[in-house]
């Protein structure tokens, strides 16, 4: 807000909503993060909604038991991670894996601001090797993935977990957003996991919901699909 009016991010926060939802097309060459209203609205609209959202739903799975280190895939500004690591006693070190530079940076800073012991890697989570031994969490990142490298981290996720590795995927309840998602989910209950449907009442900060009437959308519920393999403690 340094930089830009309310107007101009209530602008962006419209702009990136439209993105997301009607022209998703355009997703794949990054256009999300281009131009400081998105940005802006990337980082202080949907990211703490995300926030918000991540923490309910490791809350309701009981997802903060013994996880010592998390994998945050699509990382964007970190917040998926950070909202799980919060949960964990003694809070989990956390590792991004961020291919936009600028979404890195903010990465770095909200591990800072929330005092988390993290680090964020810069790179395309499309070569990725999960190293064994770190929970994993990608959150609105699966659906941004051509399909062979979705089938790819599939499979790559039911070898992690049946090896001991909690896996959470967080998605939009939108269907059409989630071709795939049936398919997942047999396989994914099939190996012993949770399929979920979430609707949270939510009390959104004041400043969330001041930007949130003011771009004439309607947080008052949060909603998500998970999938969720607790792995073994
Ligand atoms: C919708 S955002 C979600 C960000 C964050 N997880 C959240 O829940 O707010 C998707 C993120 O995934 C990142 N992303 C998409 N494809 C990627 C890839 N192949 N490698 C690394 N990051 C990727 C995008 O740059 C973006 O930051």
Same mark, same amino acid.
């Given at each position: 807000? !340094?930089?830009?009016?309310?107007?101009? +991010?209530?602008?962006?926060?419209?702009?990136?909503? /439209?993105?997301?939802?009607?022209?998703?097309?355009?997703?794949?060459?990054?256009?999300?993060?281009?131009?400081?209203?998105?940005?802006?609205?990337?980082?202080?609209?949907?990211?703490?909604?995300?926030?918000?959202?991540?923490?309910?739903?490791? $809350?309701?799975?009981?997802?903060?038991?013994?996880?010592?280190?998390?994998?945050?895939? #699509?990382?964007?500004?970190? +917040?998926?991670?950070?909202?799980?690591?919060? =949960?964990?006693?003694?809070?989990?070190?956390?590792? #991004?894996?961020?291919?936009?530079?600028?979404?890195? /940076? =903010?990465?770095?800073?909200?591990?800072?601001?929330?005092? +988390?012991?993290? /680090?964020?890697?810069?790179?395309?989570?499309?070569?990725?090797?999960?190293?064994?031994?770190?929970?994993?969490? !990608?959150?609105?990142?699966?659906?941004?993935? @051509?399909?062979?490298?979705?089938? $790819?981290?599939?499979?790559?996720?039911?070898?992690?977990?049946?090896?001991?590795?909690?896996?959470?995927? +967080?998605?939009?309840?939108? $269907?059409?957003?989630?071709?795939?998602?049936?398919?997942?989910?047999?396989?994914?209950?099939?190996? #012993?996991?949770?399929?979920?449907?979430?609707?949270?009442?939510?009390?959104?900060?004041?400043?969330?919901?001041?930007? @949130? $009437?003011?771009?004439?959308?309607?947080?008052?519920?949060?909603?998500?699909?998970?999938?969720?393999?607790?792995?073994?403690?």
């Amino acid at each position: 807000m !340094a930089k830009l009016t309310f107007p101009e +991010i209530r602008r962006g926060v419209q702009a990136l909503s /439209s993105l997301y939802v009607e022209r998703r097309n355009q997703l794949g060459a990054g256009a999300a993060l281009t131009g400081a209203g998105k940005r802006a609205a990337f980082a202080m609209f949907y990211s703490p909604l995300h926030f918000l959202l991540v923490r309910e739903i490791v $809350r309701s799975l009981d997802a903060a038991r013994s996880v010592r280190a998390i994998l945050d895939l #699509g990382c964007g500004t970190g +917040i998926a991670g950070a909202a799980w690591a919060l =949960e964990t006693v003694p809070h989990a070190r956390v590792v #991004g894996v961020e291919r936009n530079s600028w979404a890195a /940076s =903010e990465c770095r800073w909200t591990y800072e601001a929330l005092g +988390i012991q993290g /680090s964020v890697r810069a790179a395309n989570i499309e070569k990725l090797r999960i190293p064994p031994d770190t929970a994993v969490v !990608a959150a609105f990142t699966i659906n941004e993935l @051509d399909g062979p490298v979705r089938d $790819r981290l599939l499979q790559e996720f039911l070898r992690k977990s049946s090896r001991g590795a909690p896996v959470l995927i +967080i998605e939009p309840i939108a $269907r059409r957003l989630v071709p795939w998602w049936d398919g997942w989910a047999s396989q994914w209950v099939g190996a #012993g996991g949770r399929e979920d449907s979430w609707r949270f009442k939510v009390k959104l900060p004041e400043r969330l919901a001041l930007m @949130d $009437r003011a771009a004439g959308l309607d947080h008052k519920e949060l909603t998500a699909r998970s999938l969720w393999l607790p792995g073994r403690p």
